[in-house]
C-alpha cells in the first residue's frame, strides 16, 4: 500500500515519473506493484495541486503567455463508440507561463469548448497582483474568456501563424513549416515587440518530455481522468518548486518570490500531505 512505503521509497516513486518514467518502468525498477505507485502518485499528485492553489496567490508577474496541451484519457475522440465512459477521448490541457520568471501560476484540465477557458482565464485573473500583458495563439476562445474575465484592465495580443501543408510521408511526425506569423492586438496597449507563445511552446515541450502520459508515439496514456489530473498536478508543482531553471539558475517559484530556496522531492511529498 502506499501509505506504508517508508519515505525514501515514496522520494523514490515520486521523482521517476516527475522526469518522465513511465509507471510500468518503475515498477521494475523498484519492484514496487503498480497500483501502489498509482495510488501513490494519485494523492500526492492531488495534494500538489492543492498546495499550489494555495502558493500562488498575488503574484507579480506582468508577462503571461497562454497555451493548451492535448492529451487523451483511455482512447482518442475517433476511437470513442456509444455507451463508452463520458470522460474518454481527447482532454485539453490550459496552462500559462510567466515569461520573465518561468513561473507556471495556473493551468485547468478539461476539454476545448468555451467553458473551460473561461473558468481557466478566471483561475489566473484570480492571482494576479499587477496589470498583465497576456500573449496566445489564434484560439477565438482565449478573446471571449479574457473579455469576459480582464474587461477593459488587461493588455492582450495574438500571434497568429500560417503553417504551411503536410508534405509526404517522411514529414508525418515533424511539425509542419511555418511560412507566416502576424501580430494582433485584440485589448488595450500590448507591446507589439513581446507578443509572443515562444515560452509557452518551450513549456509545452518541456511538458511532454516530463510526463509520460504525453508523450506522443509511446503506450503511455492515463485510463481514468482522476489520475491524468494527478499527473498534471504533479508535473507542475515539480517544475515549479524543484525544477531547477537553467537560465534563472533557481526555479522558476523562487524567482517569482513563491518560495525562498530550493525544494526537494521530500518537501514536496511533505508539502502535498
Known sequence: ???????DKQITVIAAPAEGSSIRSIERMTGIH??????LGVRVGHG???????????????????????GFI???????????????G?????????????????FKVGDRSQTTPNAFVRDVAS?????????????????NATEQTFGADVDYGQIIKVYGAEETDQRRYSPPEVIS?????????????????????????????????????????SKKRENFEAAVGLHFAYYNFVRRHNTLRC???MAAGVAPSFWNVGDLIEAAA
Open 34 to 39: 503498480r497500483d501502489t505507485i498509482m495510488r
Open 251 to 253: 526555479t522558476p517559484a
Open 90 to 106: 481527447n482532454v485539453w490541457t490550459f496552462c500559462a507561463i510567466d515569461a520573465d520568471t518561468k513561473l507556471v501560476p495556473a
Open 48 to 70: 500538489c495541486t492543492a498546495m499550489m492553489d494555495a502558493h500562488m496567490r498575488d503574484l507579480p508577474c506582468t508577462r503571461l503567455e497562454m497555451d493548451e496541451i492535448w
Open 1 to 7: 500500500m502506499a501509505n506504508i512505503l517508508n519515505i
Open 74 to 88: 483511455g482512447k482518442k475522440d475517433n476511437h470513442v463508440r456509444p455507451g463508452d465512459d463520458p470522460q474518454l
Open 127 to 143: 492571482r494576479m497582483r499587477n496589470r498583465v500583458q497576456i500573449s496566445t495563439d489564434g484560439l477565438r476562445a482565449y478573446v
Open 181 to 221: 506569423s502576424e501580430k494582433k492586438i485584440i485589448t488595450g496597449n500590448p507591446d507589439v515587440d513581446l507578443i509572443s507563445t515562444s515560452y509557452i511552446e518551450r513549456l509545452n515541450a518541456t511538458t511532454r518530455l516530463h510526463m509520460r502520459r504525453l508523450t506522443r508515439l509511446t503506450h503511455a496514456f
